[in-house]
């Protein structure tokens, strides 16, 4: 069966600091990998995928994500972390296109920047 | 601007009592989804359309109903028979090639249960 895990449930980072969000993924087949952020009572938006190519993919407000696929995870990443990217984040995989292009998420990882 | 639309924001709904989440998106999108968040558990698949006219369900289509008439709406009907409907409901689309392009999402509608 196709998932994905993310085995922490919060990430408690200080301002400055560089962040991880951790996210490991089972599929069948070549995976294509999406992380998404949620602040409160939002929608979700889109930060970077992986399709193809290159390993480190770059996204949206600095976040980059490193594919590495004998370990099957795709870690989000940032440098220096900003209080502002206090919200939640999930990573997901999506399954071949004859299943309309679902997606498979992780069960959400909440971050938290302290000043 | 373009976007996907979530109507109403907030939604009450009493014991036996159908209610519908309308969701509209102006980005020329075949593909539609709805999705249900539930805290600690991601998002969970109700149902989805590739083409206005079709649809399949999803992994908890139970409960749930939607038409697509048009291309621009996927409005889902939460029924009675929906045992614990009380979440945050998600609708998203996507372009033609839904394997490699991302999902939009709207801003949710969040149903409780009275």
């Known amino acids: 069966a196709q998932s994905v895990a993310q085995p922490e449930d919060q990430v408690n980072v200080a301002e400055g600091n560089p962040l991880t969000v951790k996210c490991t993924y089972s599929?069948?087949?070549?995976?294509?990998l999406f992380w998404y952020v949620q602040y409160p009572n939002r929608g979700l938006q889109f930060l970077l995928k992986?399709?193809?190519?290159?390993?480190l993919v770059k996204g949206s407000y600095g976040f980059e994500a490193e594919f590495n696929k004998s370990q099957t995870s795709f870690h989000l990443k940032k440098p220096s972390a900003l209080v502002s990217d206090s919200a939640l984040y999930f990573c997901a995989v999506r399954v071949s296109y004859n299943q309309g292009g679902k997606l498979i998420f992780g069960q959400g990882t909440e971050l938290s920047v302290k000043p | 601007d373009g976007g996907i639309t979530q109507s109403p924001k907030y939604l009450f709904r009493k014991e036996g009592q159908n209610v519908t989440l309308s969701c509209e998106q102006n980005?020329?999108?075949?593909?539609m989804y709805w999705y249900r968040q539930d805290p600690g558990q991601g998002l969970r698949l109700i149902y989805y359309s590739q083409i206005v006219n079709d649809f399949q369900k999803g992994d908890i289509a139970e409960g749930y109903s939607v038409s697509r008439e048009k291309k621009e709406s996927f409005p889902l009907t939460v029924t009675s028979a929906q045992k614990n409907p009380t979440a945050f409901y998600l609708c998203?689309?996507?372009?033609?090639?839904?394997?490699?392009?991302?999902?939009?999402f709207g801003p949710g509608t969040r149903l409780t249960v009275l």
């Open positions: 998203a689309s996507t372009g033609r090639d839904t394997s490699y392009n991302e999902q939009f």
């Open positions: 980005l020329n999108h075949d593909a």
């Open positions: 599929v069948s087949g070549n995976p294509y």
């Open positions: 992986y399709i193809t190519g290159d390993n």
